[in-house]
């Protein structure tokens, strides 16, 4: 199967099963599944979850737990904005400064108390919690088909604030783990631990992670769309 094929894969289990969770349909998006508390409960036993002081967060439904415990631990949590359409492509939630931890940790609130920044003012970023369409237990991961969470970590490695040894995980249902070994693509970011509500998955992963953009494979459109390409581009 190709990459689209694994994830309409998916998305049918996931409904078919009962397991998806709102919003609907799960098709298209990085999908919400049952037991995503669960799995967030998960990951924070993890030693670099503990030793985190600032994450990089994806903004979905099935990783708001992870960003509320993020909140609750004292932890900064940055998300990027959608697309990357600003001139500064990125959000800061600071626990210190934000009341309302419910509201921070929906797409809106993050929007309207997060602090936009770009990424020379971030602080660097100990642990990257990435949402998944598709994952295996070798590290290889699927997202929705738009490439934003990959291009989100090349920008982060190209200003210092992530590298080789900055771990990277995601939260999924049991559904989304493969049996089989998944296609992937050079600036595909490699997952160090799979958590479902079940199970924590070490990868042991052998690919490698981006060491920044890679310029060959955008194109001029996309790169005219997002104003921090238009800056860096060589």
């Given at each position: ?69 993020a909140l ?6 940055y ?37 936009q ?27 929705k ?30 559904l ?8 992937r ?25 981006p ?24």
């Amino acid at each position: 199967m190709d990459k689209q094929e694994l994830r309409e894969r998916v998305w049918d289990d996931l409904e078919d099963s009962g397991e998806a969770r709102f919003p609907f349909p799960p098709h298209g998006r990085i999908p919400n599944f049952a037991g995503a508390k669960e799995a967030a409960d998960r990951l924070t036993e993890l030693a670099a979850w503990r030793d985190a002081d600032a994450i990089k967060a994806n903004p979905d439904s099935p990783q708001r737990p992870v960003r509320r415990r993020a909140l609750d631990a004292g932890k900064t949590v940055y998300v990027a904005v959608p697309r990357l359409a600003d001139e500064r492509p990125f959000l800061e939630l600071d626990p210190d400064r934000i009341d309302d931890y419910d509201e921070a940790t929906t797409i809106s609130g993050a929007d309207e108390l997060g602090v936009q920044v770009l990424p020379e003012e971030m602080a660097a970023v100990d642990l990257i919690v990435s949402g998944s369409v598709v994952v295996d237990d070798r590290g290889a991961r699927i997202g929705k088909g738009e490439g934003y969470s990959d291009l989100e970590f090349a920008l982060l490695r190209e200003v210092g604030l992530v590298d080789d040894d900055t771990t990277v995980v995601t939260t999924v249902h049991e559904l989304q783990v493969a049996d089989e070994g998944l296609p992937r693509d050079a600036h595909d970011v490699p997952m160090d631990h799979v958590v479902t509500p079940e199970r924590t998955i070490a990868t042991g992963t052998g690919y490698e992670k981006p060491d920044g953009v890679d310029w060959a494979a955008l194109d001029d459109e996309k790169i005219a769309e997002i104003p921090i390409l238009q800056e860096k581009r060589p």
